[in-house]
């Protein structure tokens, strides 16, 4: 890493202070004008902040920026801007100063995935897990068509796709269930246990996201075991400003046209901000034009696979109070997505239903439709010295619909009279509420008390059934700890108990009742196919905990040893439901014996930051003593396009891996990097590998950033490459994936356009348009390949 | 040292898993072969397994599934192209799933355990009419015409399962098979 070398940068004009016999106790007023120390622009909109005392503001449009009211004495004054070098001046403050702070614009102004100690905002760093930081910026970099596929270039995160729209996040082979997204301090529920649904964030919304790798139960409760993916506030600058920018985005592989605009205002003691993102893409193309699935080949006409196009709309609203004792947020999110489902992948494929609809943008049956509207408020009260109360409260619900014109396999059936063609639909609501006690903060002894609630109410509708009707309601109380040992080692750890209801309303079906009886099943065998649900009232609890260390013994190197156990309540889907599902062609039957999954992980994390290299290795290991999968039964379900019955069962699993990642800076504009993601999942009952394991990835990248003049001051180039392993660990009744190799482009420019900063981020992933399959892609087992070539272009305009 | 942990147990773990499916090939009916209603399907197959053979399923259901088709699909969205299950008043889809009990019932031997065995000269008998009872009222209906999924699934003894699917055309007029 480049070392910062701020001071001389430090140039004329500064003028700090004549030493006068001053008061103490006055007050003056720091003031000054950030320029790019290349071309002497102003640089509007750097952050400059202040320490101690924790006081930050922006620059204005002439790069002006004031701390009016400081006490005299010795501050610590940082200013930071994308692209330059981070300058921190040490001031002794004894009269009004006026500064002229010249940054120097370094070439890697992309910050890839940060590696640094990360605070949450409940107060310091608790937990010995390794996390990746990730910015704005990079989010732009490697933006693709959902937050969840975004991510998922961060080693270690993958997403189960169904095509291009839909996504959902996995964490070292943890999905579904097994991973919890926490939206400012509120974990986000919708249909995440089911394998057609996809997260429904605004990924243009998302100023700041930390992952973290490993077991978080003790944080956020059930289903945070594989990890979290935590998207935190905006950071609000103390000044009074009005700001603001539009993100227009086009790709070329399913022609998505998108544009997110987004406007801030600071104003006294209050934040606003509003955005509104449109998003909408055709049918994807692929690099072939013809699917071979068992005996068939399926045509793709025109290379592009019928009927998944989708939209987005999204409109979000953020505001902040922030007084001397008390600070508050409120966000109000509301997404609402639409997706085509390639008609390939509902029942068994037949050409005739993939010929081309003469239109790729229209969104035909069958597609699923969601909206998720989210109300979160954010607390804090600052008590005394050493302690503060935070509040986190949430109301969401999330809408679900699956729409297919009417079809079924029971002759007996008749389309319902209203909304004939809606099949599957999901209302979850859910409100939470958390309330944590802050003591001691940034002391050698600092602790955590909490609280949180959760309540969720699912209803169901449509003419077929998938899920259960149920409700659920958890509570916990948690104590974290943080002790710091000494200057480089700090001790952490915490207590979590859980307990938590679910009531399921069974559902016994009539149509599938008469259906059997028709085809001369006994009593016994049409009950056990009619009962879709059974009635369930069930309480779990649970303890989990963890201990970890963070040692730090200078500035390049850094060890966090955690050991942790994590646990999730069965879901209603794993406990009760039972017929077939449409997107798995399955056959699966709930089982109401099942305990909580529970598992334990150590997790390491070592990085070493040198002058040039930058190494880091985190691998984890765990041991899952109920682990809950489908396993095949051996019996054949008698109904329509199923094989045998899959049953939930609990095998011990074990579980290890990790990532490894090595940078170096050849010189200051050339730098070198890769990484290796890899896992080992096993169901220790049969030694069959766990379902949906990602394979080996591995990721280099050369990238060239450079400084210029006049309308083009920043600009860096990057080449990629990616090479996947092919996936021979496969779970019963899985496919074997071949591996792939892909390359990838990126470009970004800063462009100096009338006194702004216009950011253009252009990048065609797939080069080389190769066809190849994704293992945990919802169309793998047609074998359908993934998207083909797509260059994009972001353009960020700020006013 | 998690790593090495890890590759010890990667080295350790024994490789004995059967992650070999069951391979099928259906030798009769052919691909889209017509029948007509009350006759029978002649069904010849042949399972194979690398270890063991554990059982067999054979359905046959409408391929008329909730998909629009684009060359003559009105705008409502409520026609389909002929083989729509919108709303079926004059004839009923035949469906029915043959499991292999159902076979050795007929004095077919079983397969469980067998590397190799061919099932063959069995008769699938297609009704002449179905029986069904919408809103407690029982009606006898002929079969809806049209082209039908004819699917074998077949498992081994570790639970690992494939299967086969082709169609067939169920019509009144043999002579009436258009595509």
Known sequence: MRLLYTILFLTAGLTVALPQAQHTTKRFAISGFVHDGENKTSLSASTVSLQPGERHVQADGDGFFQFVEVEAGNYLLTVNFLGYEEMSIPLLLVSDTLLHLHLQPVPFVLPEVAVSTYRNHSGGKLAALPVEEISRDYLIKHNATNFAQTLASVAGVSSMDIGAGLSKPIIRGFGFSRVAVVDRGIVQQNQQWGADHGLEIDQYDVDYVVVHKGPMSLFHGSDAMGGVIEILPPEVPQNDLFWGDATLIGKSNNDLLGASVVASKKTGNLFFRGRITAQSYGDYRI??????????????????????????????????????????????????TKNGFFPGAHGIPSPGRLEPDGAYRNIEFPYSTSTHFKLVSNSELRISDSGKMQFDFGYQTNHREELSQFHTHYSNQLPP?????????????????????????????????????????NKVGGYSFLLPGFDRFSAGAFWLNSYKWNENLTLMGGLRYETGKLTVDGFYDPVLEAYLVMQGYDDEQVDLYAQRAADINKTFNDISGSVGFSFVPDTGNSLQINLGSSFRYPGANELASNGVHHGAFRHEMGNSGLEPEKGYQIDLDYQHTGKKVKIRVSPFAAWFSNYIYLEPTGDWSVLPHTGQIYRYTQAEAFMAGGELKVAYDIDGSWRLSSDVAYLYLTNLSDNYPLPFSPPTAITTNLAYAGVGKGVMPQFSLEIENRWVMAQHRIAKNEERTPGTNLWNLSAQAQWQVGGRRVITQFRTDNIFNRAYLNHLSFYRKLNAPEPGRNIQLILKIPF | MVFMGASVLIACEKEHIDDQKPVIRVIEPAEDEAVTPGNALHFEVMFSDNVALASYKVSIHGAFDGHTHSHNSTTNGLKDDGITTRVATDSVAFEKTWLESDFIALGEPPITGKKQATVKHLHLVIPETVNRTVNGKAEEMPLKEGHYHFIVYCSDESGQESFVAQEIFISYDPHEHLH
Do not use: C
Request: hydrophobic share 30%; no cysteine; glycine share 4%.
């Open chain 1, 287 to 336: 690099p072939s034009d013809t699917i071979e699935y068992l005996t068939w080949k399926l045509p793709v006409h025109d290379k592009r696979m019928k009927n998944t196009a989708g939209r987005e709309y999204n409109l979000s609203f953020s505001s902040n109070y922030a007084g001397e004792k008390f600070n508050s947020w409120l966000h109000i999110s509301h997404i609402n």
């Open chain 1, 417 to 457: 009279v209203n909304e004939p063609d809606l099949e599957l639909q999901f209302k979850l609501d859910t409100h939470s509420a958390n309330v944590r006690y802050v003591m001691d903060e940034g002391k050698q002894w600092s602790k955590v008390f909490g609280l949180s609630t959760e309540y969720q109410h």
